[in-house]
């Protein structure tokens, strides 16, 4: 059986984190597009069983933007986003996904796994696009 496996990081993927706001939250803020600048990840793609491990420096977050706010993020309203990110929230922890189930979907899979950051781990999914990595291949 014919195994596909890819090293993947920024040099030839993109890892982003989109955050969106709920509830009174709505009225204020922006909806972010958070680029991670270092990770790296190993995907194992067969007919049999796939997978993905991932690791990521979560103090290498950049805002790439920030949508549906009352008015455009400054450059200095991304810095305050990411030095809060990086003192309050993440605090400068490890951050790994382990999948434990990947089905085909479309141009991509559904993943399940699970996410840990710091000493607590949490399950996740999400939806995995190969169709940007598949046309630009050689």
């Given at each position: 059986?014919?195994?596909?496996?890819?090293?993947l990081?920024?040099q030839?993927?993109?890892?982003?984190?989109?955050?969106?706001?709920?509830?009174m939250?709505?009225?204020?803020?922006?909806?972010?597009?958070?680029?991670?600048?270092?990770?790296?990840?190993?995907?194992?793609?067969?007919?049999?069983?796939?997978?993905?491990?991932?690791e990521?420096?979560?103090?290498?977050l950049?805002?790439?933007?920030g949508?549906?706010?009352?008015?455009?993020?400054?450059?200095?309203?991304?810095?305050?986003?990411?030095?809060?990110?990086?003192?309050?929230?993440?605090?400068?922890?490890?951050?790994?996904?382990r999948?434990?189930?990947?089905?085909?979907k479309?141009?991509?899979?559904a993943?399940?796994?699970?996410?840990?950051?710091?000493?607590?781990?949490?399950?996740?999914?999400?939806?995995?696009?190969?169709?940007?990595?598949?046309?630009?291949?050689?």
């Amino acid at each position: 059986m014919s195994t596909n496996m890819h090293t993947l990081g920024p040099q030839n993927a993109a890892l982003q984190v989109k955050t969106y706001r709920e509830g009174m939250a709505q009225k204020v803020g922006h909806d972010l597009v958070i680029d991670v600048t270092r990770w790296e990840a190993a995907v194992q793609l067969n007919a049999a069983t796939s997978s993905i491990m991932l690791e990521a420096d979560s103090s290498s977050l950049q805002v790439r933007e920030g949508r549906n706010g009352v008015k455009p993020l400054s450059d200095k309203d991304r810095s305050e986003i990411v030095k809060t990110i990086d003192d309050k929230i993440l605090r400068k922890q490890r951050i790994s996904f382990r999948s434990t189930s990947m089905q085909a979907k479309g141009e991509g899979y559904a993943v399940e796994g699970e996410l840990s950051i710091g000493a607590e781990t949490r399950p996740v999914s999400f939806d995995l696009s190969t169709a940007a990595a598949a046309s630009r291949a050689p």
